[in-house]
């Protein structure tokens, strides 16, 4: 139970601080980062769920294999969410432009 | 005109009516639950996950006017030797001792001494087997007091406490009808005896040389499962693995005892077996209560523990509340999965896509659509590996533990789409891998651990963790 506390502190702490800086102006969430953050939380949270959990049914394998179907698609997601407006923006630039971030 | 609200009132109009439909909606909910549940009959199996769906009729098909009452003693149980010959049987049962002796004495992992005497040990213990139990308790009119009376629905919620509390997992019940129900009972009871079991009018049962009597009074049966250790049985079909049944038999037997005991302290009288494995098709009767799906294994898979049951019944004068069959997919999802039949080292289980009206051979009772299995081979397997293998369970999907959370969105993924069926078997196959004829792990790992649950298995499952 002690890892939930520690990993609800995290996750606390994290939101505070994007609350804080959407606040001060200094970072814009688009709505599909907050929709790539979320799955990538909840994959996340399941996978380390999962990986306790086998270990505590004596199951190695099944934990490597979940670190690996939804510890992966978890950090994938979680890359996406944090560079999607970068990437989206070298889509939208033609060759040789500079690419740029609306905000 | 109505006066401007302020934001303040506002709010505190809007939370005062929300939480008058609230209240509303829960006392209407209250009214209609009720409602409901006074005219449910039989109800639904308490305590169990979301995706679990009471039906009317079981998902395996039972053509009941082709269905008969079993000879248990047909079974490969009782009819082994007549079915692979007197000379074959000599042969597989020397296999069997000659196997035993050298991999004990080779030390091969599983079959080890302590491995032997370990499943020696956790046979012992178990009562005597009698027709009405032991019969010891003290009867509330033994006690100059009436005998307990409540409503079928209070009784039913009595004994599944009690149940739970000698130690059953999963409790449902089953009202005897001739036509249908009541042919879920043997015929004759185990050899070498071989009596008949029949009905008759009389207010209280008994037993004589000739016959086991039910009165037809005695019209509801208790059906209920015991939870084996999925942790022992990955060491299937070694000595260690086959241990997993052995011990889950003596707690069963003993449960069963102590339940003939209960009823007979409220003051009624109940049925069951005079031998092992005797009164009735069980997982026929834990099929109609509700408490799993018949599988490719043709045997039962319930919601909780998958296959990591073994499951009893017996009958009652007690007025109990009947338990409704239920489906949570799984009849569905062995028609992909065949895992079980692929690893059976004896090719005994189907590896036909549907079940079948067809049966095997005379061990199998006509008149249901199964995945019949040819019980004669797995026997001969039985004989080969020196113990009752239990590869078929250990491998299953579904006999698996409940800690992790992928298991309950597996489970009611399955209960609740046939579409990725073939994807979720793709993924035990690697999550899970299993080898032909080898345990699932290293036996000597076992005893290395000091930490296990006691006797294998988590006794708060199927109850306060669902």
């Known amino acids: 139970m002690m890892i939930w506390l520690i990993l609800g502190i995290f996750i606390g702490c994290g939101l505070y601080w994007l609350y804080t800086k959407i606040k001060a102006g200094s970072i814009a969430v688009t709505w599909y980062q907050w929709l790539l953050g979320f799955g990538s939380t909840v994959l996340f949270l399941l996978t380390i769920q999962n990986i306790f959990a086998f270990q505590v049914e004596m199951e190695p394998v099944a934990a490597k294999f979940t670190m690996l179907a939804m510890g992966l698609p978890a950090v994938i997601l979680g890359v996406l969410a944090y560079s999607s407006p970068k990437l989206l923006a070298s889509f939208k630039t033609k060759p040789g432009e500079k690419a740029t971030i609306s905000q | 005109m109505p006066e401007q609200l302020s934001r303040r009132q506002m709010i505190k109009a809007l939370g005062l009516a929300g939480a008058g439909v609230s209240l509303a909606a829960s006392g209407l909910g209250n009214t209609v639950m009720a409602a409901t549940e006074a005219d449910l009959k039989p109800q639904a199996v308490p305590y169990r996950y979301w995706w679990v769906k009471n039906i009317d009729k079981p998902t395996m098909e039972i053509d009941w006017?082709?269905?008969?009452?079993?000879?248990?003693?047909?079974?490969?149980?009782?009819?082994?030797?007549?079915?692979?010959?007197?000379?074959?049987?000599?042969?597989?049962?020397?296999?069997?001792?000659d196997n035993l002796h050298n991999w004990e004495k080779d030390n091969v992992p599983g079959y080890t001494t302590k491995d032997i005497a370990l499943k020696a040990a956790v046979g012992y213990g178990r009562p005597d087997f009698q027709f009405m139990g032991p019969r010891k308790a003290l009867t509330p009119q033994d006690r100059g007091l009436p005998r307990y009376e409540g409503t079928p629905e209070e009784a039913a919620r009595i004994v599944r406490v009690a149940l739970r509390h000698m130690g059953a997992a999963t409790v449902g019940f089953v009202e005897l009808n001739p036509e249908t129900t009541r042919k879920l009972i043997y015929a004759e009871e185990p050899a070498p005896s071989k009596k008949p079991i029949i009905f008759e009018n009389v207010d209280v049962g008994y037993e004589d040389d000739k016959k086991l009597v039910i009165p037809d009074k005695a019209r509801w049966v208790i059906s209920f499962t015991i939870q084996m250790s999925t942790?022992?049985?990955?060491?299937?079909?070694?000595?260690?693995?086959?241990?997993?049944?052995?011990?889950?038999?003596?707690?069963?037997?003993?449960?069963?005892?102590?339940?003939?005991?209960?009823?007979?302290?409220?003051?009624?009288?109940?049925?069951?077996?005079?031998?092992?494995?005797?009164?009735?098709?069980?997982?026929a009767f834990a099929t109609m209560a509700g408490l799993g799906e018949m599988s490719r294994l043709n045997r039962l898979i319930t919601p909780e523990y998958?296959?990591?049951?073994?499951?009893?019944?017996?009958?009652?004068?007690?007025?109990?509340?009947?338990?409704?069959?239920?489906?949570?997919?799984?009849?569905?999802?062995?028609?992909?999965?065949?895992?079980?039949?692929?690893?059976?080292?004896?090719?005994?289980?189907?590896?036909?896509?549907?079940?079948?009206?067809?049966?095997?051979?005379?061990?199998?009772?006509?008149?249901?659509?199964?995945?019949?299995?040819?019980?004669?081979?797995?026997?001969?397997?039985?004989?080969?590996?020196?113990?009752?293998?239990?590869?078929?369970?250990?491998?299953?999907?579904?006999?698996?533990?409940?800690?992790?959370?992928?298991?309950?969105?597996?489970?009611?993924?399955i209960a609740s789409t046939t579409a990725f069926n073939s994807l979720l078997v793709a993924a035990d196959r690697k999550a899970f891998p299993a080898q032909p004829e080898k345990p699932m792990k290293d036996p000597e790992s076992w005893w290395k651990d000091e930490n296990l649950a006691e006797m294998g298995i988590d006794t708060r499952r199927g109850g306060r963790k669902i």
């Open chain 2, 65 to 97: 006017k082709n269905f008969h009452p079993f000879r248990e003693w047909r079974s490969t149980r009782g009819s082994l030797k007549e079915y692979r010959g007197a000379e074959e049987d000599a042969k597989y049962s020397k296999l069997q001792k």
């Open chain 2, 306 to 413: 998958g296959p990591m049951v073994r499951t009893v019944s017996m009958a009652t004068d007690l007025p109990l509340a009947p338990t409704k069959p239920i489906t949570f997919g799984v009849m569905d999802f062995c028609k992909d999965c065949k895992i079980c039949a692929e690893m059976c080292p004896s090719g005994a289980l189907s590896m036909d896509r549907e079940p079948s009206w067809e049966t095997k051979g005379p061990w199998n009772n006509p008149g249901h659509r199964a995945y019949f299995e040819d019980s004669v081979k797995c026997r001969n397997y039985w004989n080969t590996c020196g113990t009752n293998c239990g590869i078929c369970f250990s491998v299953c999907p579904y006999a698996v533990d409940d800690e992790a959370s992928l298991h309950r969105i597996v489970k009611g993924t």
């Open chain 2, 231 to 283: 942790e022992t049985m990955k060491y299937g079909p070694t000595a260690l693995g086959s241990l997993t049944t052995g011990l889950t038999y003596t707690r069963m037997w003993t449960i069963y005892s102590q339940l003939h005991e209960f009823i007979r302290g409220l003051g009624y009288n109940s049925y069951g077996a005079s031998r092992f494995n005797g009164f009735g098709i069980y997982p």
